[in-house]
């Protein structure tokens, strides 16, 4: 099965990393620099108040994708062994509040270890890209023994697989070469594969709902 994973030097994986960190800060980075913008324009002083709401947003939104990510993608190195449950909904729910897409968190577990933390951040990341146009995800994460199992099942109107996502989940290499896009999941996948564990996808009802699921031993 080796022989099937694709291979990234670290430098090329760092870049991508990067890249895709990028992408997702340049919206509420953005949002402050236009409302710091606003503020600094006296032909515009009926738009202060405006100004310093969008700079309030702009910052909630980057510091709670800057902890999010710091999990999902980084080692965490100050974070404890295990993560709790009720940390890892509220990272999740900092970057998804319950709007176009409605999380339902069903973790009876008090906490994961990092491998199956940084899994279920970043599968929480792929189910909303499942359901383009919205819908729910029940989100799972159970022990069985001494291995984690997670599950996340995302309903909605056309919801899809991307085949790049699972292909990519699988270790594969894309046919139009890795980007930012494309490297998360083939991180996450990464993740497992480094920690003893799998991720696998399927099609419960096309167009409608498709599911994530990982299991990864414990530590």
């Given at each position: 099965m080796s022989a099937n994973i694709a291979k990234l030097t670290a430098a090329d994986l760092a870049a991508?990393?990067?890249?895709?960190?990028?992408?997702d800060l340049v919206g509420p980075v953005g949002a402050l620099e236009t409302g710091l913008d606003l503020l600094d324009d006296e032909d515009n002083l009926d738009m202060h108040d405006d100004a310093i709401e969008l700079i309030k947003t702009g910052a909630a939104q980057a510091s709670a994708k800057l902890k999010f990510l710091r999990i999902a993608f980084g080692a965490g190195g100050s974070a404890p062994t295990i993560m709790a449950s009720e940390e890892l909904e509220r990272l999740a729910r900092g970057v998804y509040p319950d709007g176009k897409v409605v999380f339902d968190w069903q973790m009876p577990v008090d906490g994961l270890n990092k491998p199956a933390a940084r899994v279920l951040l970043n599968l929480v990341m792929l189910s909303v890209?499942?359901?383009?146009?919205?819908?729910?995800?029940?989100?799972n994460?159970?022990?069985v023994g001494e291995n984690t199992e997670i599950s996340l099942n995302c309903t909605g109107n056309k919801a899809r697989l991307d085949p790049a996502t699972a292909k990519t989940l699988a270790g594969g290499a894309p046919e139009d070469g890795f980007s930012g896009r494309t490297i998360q999941p083939f991180y996450t996948g990464m993740i497992a594969r480094e920690a003893g564990g799998t991720i696998t996808t399927c099609i419960i009802t096309e167009g409608e709902c498709i599911a994530f699921r990982a299991e990864i031993p414990g530590a």
């Open positions: 991508l990393l990067c890249a895709r960190i990028c992408h890209q499942a359901v383009p146009l919205g819908g729910a995800v029940v989100v994460a159970t022990m």
